[in-house]
């Protein structure tokens, strides 16, 4: 664990103090650096795919399966802040392209890493480039990878990366139309789904089944907290959209809605 310490300290600038525009999360060297470390591993790997599609080379098929999955991941990462600095300027900083999210989020891609090289160079091609389960990994990314992003532009300011507990931010607004007339959170079950395409390109089993289930708990523990502070902060508006609109993760239940709630007989929290 000491390793992965020090990886996450090296995600979150830790010992940076000393270099100024490095020293904050909003300061640009650490939002350059980053979005230039993204851009490199993008373009490199969309150029060698392009190439492989043309010329025949050793580990051809294990070579297109990795750049496919890391313009995937670095292009998730870069539209999570481009999104955020085109609608939420006042708040985008590093922490945007949620490249340092968490440890456990760190230890989740090393490990899918990890999985997929061991069993590249052990199973035999046929079992790690099935192309029905490639073809349905990319479509789960895409999917996921769009709704996500459409959430967050539908969303615009009234997105955050981070829950609302305690008090609503000025301005905010329930959002309900677009992305979010059918799915009450368009965003989670983008990200989610987008998780387990991810897995699926890689042709990983174990980290497949492993990030279903840590996503899953990750929204379960999450979702009822935001939504008990959606029902307090909307009380007549919130319940009533809940009535109409499902979350669309395997397992995962929202809060019940007050028995009072639609009635107009609901104290006002706005402002709170």
Known sequence: MHRIDQIQQV????????????????????????GFGL?????????????????????????????LYLVALSGFHFSEFLVTAL????????????????KAYTIAALASWLEFWLESLVLPGSFKRRPGVLCFGLVLVL???????????TAKANFNH????????PGHRLVTHGVYKRLRHPSYFGWFWWCVGLQLLLSNPICTLAYAYAARDFFMKRIPIEEAA?????????????SRTYIGIP??????PPPSAGTGNSPSTKGD
Do not use: T
């Not at 981070?162 to 931010?169: A, G, P, T, W």
């Open 11 to 34: 995600l979150e600038f830790d010992g940076w103090e000393a270099y100024g525009q490095f020293s904050s999360k909003a300061g640009i060297g650490r939002v350059g650096l980053a």
């Open 39 to 67: 851009g490199v591993i993008f373009g490199a790997n969309l150029c060698l795919l392009i190439i492989l599609v043309f010329v025949d080379a050793p580990f051809k098929g294990i070579l297109a399966q990795w750049s």
């Open 87 to 102: 609608y939420k300027p006042e708040s985008v900083s590093y922490d945007s392209f949620v490249i340092n999210h968490s």
């Open 143 to 153: 999917l996921g990878q769009g709704l996500r992003a459409g959430a967050m532009w």
């Open 162 to 169: 981070l829950v609302m507990v305690d008090s609503r931010e």
């Open 230 to 242: 959606l029902i307090r902060f909307y009380p007549n508006e919130y319940p009533a959209y809940m």
């Open 251 to 256: 397992f995962v239940k929202g809060v019940d």
